[in-house]
């Protein structure tokens, strides 16, 4: 039975603002998963322990500042919003480019990281839902200047195909690259619609709700980690296409359960 002194709109909300949580929540989990696979088969909990903290205490700060209102001072230049993108955006590139960063991309294989894409698809139901009731832009969405979605559509047969090792890694990157695009448009589209002096859109109604808890870790999270698995695809391809050929030993790490160890062994014989 439902609560009576829920109106219509607060109940669509209220789903949609549940659907947003869950996609939070799945995601954080798969990067639990997948940062711990750059450790060791022993040293994997204690990884993916060290990650939950992480993500928590990133998800609880930023959530704690947007409920200070700090994100809303219009008045500062550049927007907090802005200020505060960067630490997420920096930390991805820092993990893409990090030693463990790289051991996990080649456990997981390009498939498992290309699937993750898919998130992309109940991502853009709920923004079409908020646009539908008035609280977001309908410019940010597939029904306005936003194809983000075309991603997540395309991210699983793609994802199914470069795990069988039946894509060019060309086409790969082509794939990627479009991606990642689109994301920067998508970014970049919310950034000119946000409350302050940059706003470049004035029409109502502006994206101020991304200021706003729990809606503030799409930026702050959500997209990051969008960019973050973009990013682990163009490291494995940066080998794939190397004249040295790491490529068949990325691409199937996934379903190599002795990969790591047997990567491990030669290393140590060699020293």
Do not use: C
Request: aromatic letters at 10%; zero cysteines; hydrophobic letters at 50%.
């Amino acid at each position: 039975m439902q609560p009576t002194f829920l109106t219509p709109l607060a109940e669509q909300l209220l789903l949609g603002q549940n659907l947003f949580l869950g996609l939070v929540t799945a995601v954080a989990l798969y990067w639990v998963y997948t940062i711990s696979r750059a450790a060791p088969p022993d040293g994997r909990r204690a990884l993916a322990g060290q990650t939950v903290l992480f993500l928590g205490i990133w998800l609880s700060l930023s959530a704690t500042i947007a409920d200070t209102g700090w994100l809303n001072r219009e008045s500062l230049n550049p927007p907090p919003m802005l200020r505060i993108l960067m630490v997420p955006l920096a930390t991805a590139f820092l993990v893409a480019w990090s030693p463990a960063g790289t051991r996990a991309a080649q456990q997981v294989g390009l498939g498992w990281l290309i699937g993750f894409q898919v998130f992309r698809i109940p991502l853009e139901l709920v923004v079409l839902g908020l646009s539908a009731r008035g609280y977001y832009p309908e410019r940010l969405t597939v029904a306005g200047w936003n194809y983000d979605l075309f991603v997540g559509v395309t991210a699983l047969p793609v994802a199914l195909l470069a795990a069988k090792g039946r894509l060019s890694g060309r086409a790969i990157v082509f794939w990627n690259g479009t991606g990642t695009l689109l994301l920067a448009v998508s970014m970049g589209l919310w950034a000119m619609s946000l409350p302050g002096q940059l706003r470049v859109f004035l029409d109502e109604p502006s994206a101020e709700i991304l200021l706003r808890t729990p809606w503030v870790w799409m930026p702050l999270f959500l997209q990051p980690a969008a960019l973050l698995a973009h990013l682990l695809v163009f490291r494995l391809e940066e080998r794939i296409l190397t004249p040295e050929g790491e490529a068949a030993k990325l691409g199937r790490a996934a379903v190599n359960p002795n990969a790591y160890s047997s990567s491990s062994s030669s290393s140590s014989s060699a020293m």
